[in-house]
């Protein structure tokens, strides 16, 4: 719904006020931990908030990285010695991750406003899609 509504303009019309803040969040926290995918999901619950393109990227990974750092004790101290096996992929695709912003970052200046709110849309759209195809999947 929230794709559906970002690629209509329906959501640029949608502001949250605070109590809709706290739910967007909760509902965002809780659907994340049952899919394991909170991006999408905290996209979708961002595009309500009107935030203009950097200050929305600038959100989503401050509340990214948050997430991370209390999820990664859990993980070290539940799979330690797994990841420590893994610790040379671990460090490939962390690189990955830094390059991959430094190239987003650059791409995102070339954006307009409007297209990414759509562009956005889109990806939650089809991660949505793509999520209910897997659930019905079997």
Do not use: Y
Not at 16 to 22: C, D, P, S, T, W
Not at 74 to 103: E, Y
Request: hydrophobic share 55%; with cysteine.
């Amino acid at each position: 719904m929230a794709g559906l509504g970002g690629l209509t303009g329906a959501i640029a019309r949608l502001r949250f006020g605070r109590a809709a803040a706290l739910a967007a969040g909760a509902l965002s926290g809780i659907l994340g931990g049952m899919v394991g995918n909170q991006g999408g999901i905290r996209s979708a619950a961002l595009l309500g908030f009107g935030l203009e393109r950097d200050r929305f990227v600038g959100t989503a990974t401050a509340i990214a990285l948050i997430v991370d750092a209390t999820r990664l004790p859990i993980c070290l101290a539940s799979h330690g010695r797994r990841m420590l096996a893994m610790w040379d992929l671990i460090a490939v695709l962390s690189a990955a991750v830094v390059l991959g912003t430094i190239a987003g970052r650059r791409a995102l200046a070339h954006v307009p406003p409007r297209v990414f709110q759509r562009l956005v849309s889109g990806v939650v759209l089809a991660l949505g899609a793509a999520m209910l195809a897997r659930a019905f999947s079997g």
